[in-house]
T-cell receptor, first 112, second 112 residues
Framework: DAKTTQPNSMESNEEEPVHLPCNHS???????IHWYRQLPSQGPEYVIH???SNVNNRMASLAIAEDRKSSTLILHRATLRDAAVYYC?????????????FGGGTRLMVKP | EADIYQTPRYLVIGTGKKITLECSQT?????MYWYQQDPGMELHLIHY???????EKGDLSSESTVSRIRTEHFPLTLESARPSHTSQYLC???????????FGPGTRLTVL
């Protein structure tokens, strides 16, 4: 399975934009890029996903590099409630289990 | 909003007891999953199901078993709980292979 690499942690100030990077240099053509986040003591929460084009939703934006070897999750205005571990995950449509393989993720700390 | 429920939220039991962790979703999703997560650690898939009467083991070996008799229900059973089973168990569901997975709040199990 193609793997992802994320920084262990990042800090941001409240109400400022946050750019969370993810490298996936071995991504295949059938891999979708998914982002989830996990708040303390809660289950993971879906944030956004995409294949090739940039994507926007009410929670965040996803910028995907032209060669698809990296992507960036963008939180436009960080709030204290955005402090969580953010996971960048590749999902292969041909994967028999269609499971999510979680790596270490990036722990985002938001300062007031 | 995702409608996926897990009960109980917290469970403390003695060694040797049989337990069943409940997971239900009202979204009509065919695919359901069980993950296990120790504090501060990564999630690992232990079971998944494509649909009714379909169950498979995940990438992490587990002594638990699952059943899928109804689309909306995916219970996990431990026949004889041991302290090594102490962990958080997270249930998830998705509509298709590439659509987002929605997670329940989790069951935190402690076996004494």
């Amino acid at each position: 399975d193609a793997k992802t690499t994320q920084p262990n942690s990042m800090e941001s100030n409240e109400e400022e934009p946050v750019h969370l990077p993810c490298n996936h240099s071995t991504i295949s053509g059938t891999d979708y890029i998914h982002w989830y986040r996990q708040l303390p003591s809660q289950g993971p929460e879906y944030v956004i996903h995409g294949l090739t084009s940039n994507v926007n939703n009410r929670m965040a934006s996803l910028a995907i590099a032209e060669d698809r070897k990296s992507s960036t999750l963008i939180l436009h205005r960080a709030t204290l409630r955005d402090a969580a571990v953010y996971y960048c995950i590749l999902r292969d449509v041909n994967n028999a289990g269609n499971m999510l393989t979680f790596g270490g993720g990036t722990r985002l700390m938001v300062k007031p | 909003e995702a409608d996926i429920y897990q009960t109980p939220r917290y469970l403390v039991i003695g060694t040797g007891k049989k337990i069943t962790l409940e997971c239900s979703q009202t979204m009509g999703h065919d695919k359901m999953y069980w993950y296990q997560q120790d504090p501060g650690m990564e999630l690992h898939l232990i079971h998944y199901s494509y649909g009714v009467n379909s169950t498979e083991k995940g990438d992490l070996s587990s002594e638990s078993t699952v059943s899928r008799i109804r689309t909306e229900h995916f219970p996990l059973t431990l026949e004889s709980a041991r302290p090594s089973h102490t962990s958080q168990y997270l249930c998830a569901s998705s509509r298709t292979a590439t659509s987002p997975q929605y997670f329940g709040p989790g069951t935190r199990l402690t076996v004494l």
